[in-house]
């Protein structure tokens, strides 16, 4: 993959408001931390009004539970792979 690639963002289908689909859609940065164990985050999950921040580790190991619940799922794992 390249690095020119776009960070994969799916809006589930619950309206939110509009500062939460900008936040959503904001590029993570090095200063954002996953809210498990601290490492670089990598996936943002908006639920409820709230933003979950994981490592590419852990949100794999929720993805299968939060995505189907969240309101939107931002991924940038594909910088990983650079």
Sequence with gaps: ???TEQPTMEHTGV???TDDAQLATR??????RCDSCG???YVRAMLGGSELLFCGHHAKQHEAKLKSIADFWHDETH???S
Aim: net charge negative.
């Design 27 to 32: 590029t993570l940065s090095g200063l954002d």
């Design 15 to 17: 309206e939110t408001a």
């Design 1 to 3: 993959m390249t690095t």
């Design 79 to 81: 910088k990983l792979e």
């Design 39 to 41: 490492a670089q985050a």
